[in-house]
């Protein structure tokens, strides 16, 4: 998944050289550069959703530990 979000942000930097008339090295470099940006921001994003998903998860089995040591009235 982190690859398809860093080609497309790879593939919108070159059509946004070759439509600004950017000399090709530059039209690559920006493209490669915004690659690698994408690629780490997906995997920011993905740590980020596994963090937050323990975190509810932990909070259910607490949640349902405070539960089970109550004593029934």
Do not use: H, N
Not at 23 to 45: E, N, Y
Request: aromatic fraction near 6%; glycine fraction near 8%; proline fraction near 3%.
């Amino acid at each position: 998944m982190t690859f398809i979000i860093a080609g497309i942000a790879a593939i919108v930097a070159l059509i946004g050289g070759v439509l600004a008339k950017v000399d090709p090295i530059s039209c690559l470099t920006r493209a490669l550069l915004a690659f690698f940006l994408g690629w780490i921001a997906a995997q920011l994003w993905q740590v980020i959703l596994v963090l937050v998903g323990q975190g509810r998860r932990s909070m259910r089995s607490t949640d349902d530990e405070a539960e089970e040591v109550l004593p029934a009235a």
